[in-house]
């Protein structure tokens, strides 16, 4: 078994700032962290592993400084890790992104399964997981809240995926880009022996030569068909708080009911 | 010179302080409210590998080196001091004594199971009537064929009624006070061992204190540790270990104080400013600021004395004398700007206040580590070679598997 996670290094902050200038993420000065969400797909592939043998690739697209966070995956158990830096690829959204991690992902070779956490944390789209699927021609199978039964040898796997309507089962066949949600595992910490194999280990920095094939026109900001016109933040919403009184419960509920049908809440 | 951390250090570190987020904080406060020691932390921490962090890998342990023993403690203490006391004990006072110290029959047959965590060790030394004159200990132990009887009583034991494993100090010959004294491999199956719980400790709460209680013990010669007599420098060794970990510690007490008051500072307004806009407020601040670094660079360079096998009693003895004291001031100050929250257990800092005293109590009192500098300034006192010293770290030897 071969599975290849792709996470991003997000700024550490609920706190995200951006550059007024260039309408991007502010990345420097605050510590950056593996996308929370990511680490969801790192777990599920490090069961997958312990469950079926295998290895497992993680892979990234950032700054030289994300190399902390791959490290921290090989920390966690992942085998091997690639980055993708490089400053072609910068600047670079979703569908930019998701064309340079399947190219990496097709170099890379020989996977059997793709995972990605439901959403980046900063960006929050959601669409680069659909993205490389789309590039690759797998089938996606997003928002997975648990793989019921997976099947490397028939090729076919069959997941829940969490709904805001409900649970869906879904079968597929193998190979296939799954985006996972945070319900789906308990992520590990990373080990001791995990901590020294990380010091140990030289990661692979990929730059646009090192994808054979791939067109550069489509990476980076060049390579990105989304313009953003504007970022702000928006202002902060007023709260206001009022105590309904009453003389029982039920004269304080019907108040309740009221104020509800007459904001249209009910 | 070079006063980076390591990118191994800084892995430690973050995966300690998951763990302590995760593992101990949500279920500390109720565990102090009711005195119990968390059952389950044990077992959590011996997965993890942190029982046997700075032992080498052929022994169990994780490899790693003895600043990363410094980084674990600073990050379990900055959630409770009970979970640091556990490295304290299990690793610095008993492991690292056996590591030091041990035969390699007696490191094969103690050593690993401890640094797996199979096997939870502690120290006993103090007892009611011997703290800080450690020479007056009560607790014999009389030579009879091939074995050792232990008579005594072992007192403020941490660990006492959850370890496997003690390390006891005995006298074998009382009238050479303290060069006849000598350090045993007690386990809890042996009969005659006996051990309980003390309550109503003011701070410390959720971890375990108590007492050994030994009548007519007996103990295998081969548990002898070092050499007959050879206890005091093994006690003595042990403690650079002890007060090492409990030194960094109370840099991750000072660090929590600190993190809590500039939480509360520019949350808490009054006159119309968030308090932290107060000057006399600013100058509690800025002292824990003055306290976190100076005592992380207290400890940090007994680290690297150790990490190079260098002796460093007076080292070792300057960082927790300094960082206990500079712990209890922090967290009285942190105490003071929460003002009436912070006497309350609504928050934190009150249980930082009462965990901070005792530091500045065990592993060397206040005025043990005070009179110790005095001597070491004056000249009145040298640390002599020891006849085992406590391994340099050397990162081949310690991942080495065999």
Known sequence: MHAIVCIKSVPDTTEVRFDPETNTLIRDEVESIINPFDTYAIEEALRLKEAHGGKVTVLSMGPPKAEKELKEAIAMGCDEAVLLSAREFAGADTWATSYTLAQAIQKVGDYDIILCGKQAMDGDTGQVGPGIANQLGL??????????????TERVIEVERLLEEGREVVRSRLPAVLTVVKDINQPRYPTFRGIRRARRMQIPVW?????????????GLSGSPTKVVKIFTPPKREGKVEMIEGETPEEIADILSDKLIESKVI | MDFSFTEEHEMVRKMVREFAEREIAPTIKEHDR??????????KMAEQGLLGICIPVKYGGAGMDYISLGIACEELERVDTSARVILSVHVALNSLALLQWGTEEQKQKYLVPQALGERIATFGLTEPNAGSDVASIQTTARRDGDSYILNGEKMWISLADVADNFLIFAYTDKSKRHRGMSA?????????????????????????????????????????????????KIAMSALDNGRYTVAWGAVGLIRACLEASVRYANERYTFGVPIGQHQLVQQMIAKMAQRLDAGQLLCLKAGWMKNQGLRNTRETSMAKWYCCDAAFESASDAVQIHGAYGYSDEYDVERYLRNSKGAVIYEGSREIHTILQAQYALGYRQDKPLRCELPAYDQEEWEAEE
Not at chain 2, 206 to 228: F, K, M
């Open chain 1, 139 to 152: 089938p996606q199978l997003t928002y997975v809240f648990k793989i019921r039964e997976i099947d490397f």
């Open chain 1, 207 to 219: 730059a646009p030569a090192d994808l054979e094939g791939a067109d550069p026109r489509y990476f």
């Open chain 2, 34 to 43: 009711n005195q119990t020691f968390d059952e389950t932390l044990l077992p």
């Open chain 2, 184 to 232: 045993f491999i007690v386990e809890r199956e042996f009969p005659g061992v006996e051990t309980g719980t003390i309550h109503g400790k003011m701070g410390v709460r959720a971890g375990n204190t108590g007492y050994i209680s030994l009548q007519d013990v007996r103990v295998p010669a081969e548990n002898l540790l070092g050499q007959e007599g050879e206890g005091f």
